[in-house]
């Protein structure tokens, strides 16, 4: 119970109930939790956070029953065993034998905050360019927000759906037909601009190049798209445009199911596309850069530079950078980092339950986006190590499967199984400078961040640890970031459960 005059109320179960004490009526019936509710605690202002039995901590509004937070795994690995509150102080007691501090406002500042309900489906295409942010959908619709304002900037009106988009300069947007065509389209006027046939089949990703475009294809083919100047005179949209357009593009094949993502770079006189598909590959192609204007595209040396097996069909592919290494998602939820010259795996680490649907990379971090409604912000130093599994530098869960995200300067801008679009605001500092990856033959096995401790969050703190006689409190409590801070102890040792908790 709270100031406000509300109860709330649970069983076995992992439904709550929340009471108005004042009519002594049912408000309604909180179910963001998929197991058994074991604990909760009720702020001043109307907020509940309330733990489970698979180590979850929800942060929700009491009266709207609107999840503000959800904490996952990373934050406990078991049972929650008791929560407390005392102002802006936030504790949490668990039987995996840690007893942890959160600061309330900053977990609420980074919590992911949803920028508009874009699309009536699946939000199944999005990019970035600088304060913009653009989402396509199969619903026909290709909308563009601004990021500071939320506001909706351009509408575009494709006569068809769209799979896929990506920006081509600052006024041109690309959009992937379900028929097969990629589209370029003036945002400013509304207008196309260019239609270019690509193959039969849907067009399940696009990634932009220096020189081309590059596709990839439900049928197992990856296609370059030139870009081309282009032209200042629209094109009206109309039915004779979607001709067989058959020039300026190069088809490849060799995956044998569905490509499922493509990333563009270039390599001395040469352009390389990677490649990724269902079929458990990996591929390189590269394509002759022309030497002059003269040559048409289509007609440039092409040839297959290398391919990898890999434990699960890839989901997603991004370049690292300086284009030496690449990082490919799995269905299976791993992550698989390979050389882009030569496709030797360095390391492989398991990331996710479920697809990683999108990866991006900064200059100090690694970012990881998947079905499973979870983004994970990962620290390349620790990736380049041998020695342990990689651990999440911090994890954000959101209401829907993730299909497609983008770093900003704003956050992490991702769109969901629900047709929304929502931002993570990071508050990370910087980390240590990446350091190279250890040569191919001596890259650690597939490893799971679950088998070692659980990573903090930036707005958390491990405070002590149930092994100890007394929790470890030296020091400004508030002021410490939690990045790695533990309970100390002997590793492997079993840790006596913890049963409640409460600040005093």
């Known amino acids: 119970r709270n100031d406000d005059d509300i109860l709330l109320s649970t069983a076995d179960e992992p439904r709550i109930i929340v009471w108005d004490l004042t009519s002594f009526s049912l408000l309604h019936s909180y179910t963001g939790h998929e197991g058994n ?15 489970d039995e698979r180590g979850i901590i929800n942060i929700w509004r009491m009266r709207e029953g609107v999840t503000l937070r959800c904490l996952d795994a990373l934050y406990h690995t078991a049972a929650i065993a008791g929560i407390s509150i005392r102002g802006d102080l936030l504790c949490s007691a668990a039987q995996d034998g840690f007893v942890k501090f959160y600061r309330l406002d900053r977990l609420l500042r980074a919590a992911p905050r949803p920028i508009h309900t874009a699309c009536s489906v699946a939000a199944t295409g999005l ?38 988009l990506a920006f081509v300069g600052e006024q041109l947007l690309a959009l992937a037909y379900e028929t097969s065509f990629v589209a370029v389209w003036d945002i400013v006027e509304n207008a196309l601009v260019k239609a270019t046939f690509v193959n039969n089949g849907i067009i399940n990703t696009l990634a932009l190049g220096p020189d081309c475009i590059g596709v990839g294809c439900e049928y197992s083919l990856v296609v370059a798209l030139a870009l081309g100047p282009a032209t200042t005179k629209p094109v009206e949209a109309t039915p ?50 022309a030497l002059n204007d003269t040559i048409p595209f289509e007609e440039r040396a092409m040839a297959k530079a290398w391919s990898t097996d890999l434990d699960a069909g890839g989901a997603s592919i991004c370049m690292f950078p300086g284009n030496e290494h690449a990082a490919v998602g799995l269905f299976g939820g791993a992550v698989v980092i390979v050389e ?84 993570v605001v990071l508050s990370l500092p910087s980390g240590p400078a990446p350091v190279a990856f250890p040569p191919a033959s001596e890259s650690s096995a597939l490893a799971s961040p679950r088998d070692a401790e659980p990573a903090a969050d930036p707005a958390s703190v491990v405070i002590g640890d149930a092994r100890t006689a007394e929790p470890s409190l030296s020091g400004d409590v508030t002021s410490r970031t939690g990045r790695g801070e533990g309970g100390g102890g002997v590793a492997g040792a079993a840790r006596p459960s913890t049963r409640c908790c409460r600040i005093v």
Not at 375 to 404: E, K, M
Request: include cysteine; charged fraction near 15%; charge should be positive.
């Open 37 to 51: 509710v074991t604990c909760s605690a009720c702020a001043p202002d109307g907020t509940a956070v309330t733990g």
């Open 127 to 164: 990019d970035v360019r600088g304060g913009l942010v653009a989402v396509g959908a199969r619903d026909q619709t290709a909308k563009v927000f601004s990021l500071s304002t939320k506001a909706l900037v351009h509408s575009l009106s494709p006569p068809v759906p769209v799979t896929c």
């Open 240 to 289: 004779d445009i979607y001709q067989t357009l058959r020039k300026d593009r190069i088809v490849m094949s060799g995956h044998r199911e569905a490509v499922s993502g493509v990333t563009v770079f270039s390599h001395g006189d040469s352009t390389v596309l990677l490649s990724t598909s269902s079929d458990k590959t990996v591929r390189a192609w590269s394509i002759a850069k």
């Open 340 to 423: 882009a010259l030569t496709g030797a795996i360095l390391q492989s680490f398991s990331a996710h339950r479920i697809a990683v649907r999108a990866i991006n990379i900064t200059a100090d971090y690694l970012i990881t986006a998947s079905m499973d409604a979870s983004v994970r912000v990962w620290s390349r130093a620790l990736l380049s190590s041998i020695n342990a599994a990689p651990r999440p530098l911090s994890s954000f869960q959101v209401d829907a499967g993730i299909l497609t995200a983008r770093v900003s300067d704003h956050g992490i801008v991702f769109g969901t199984t629900a047709g929304s679009l929502g931002c």
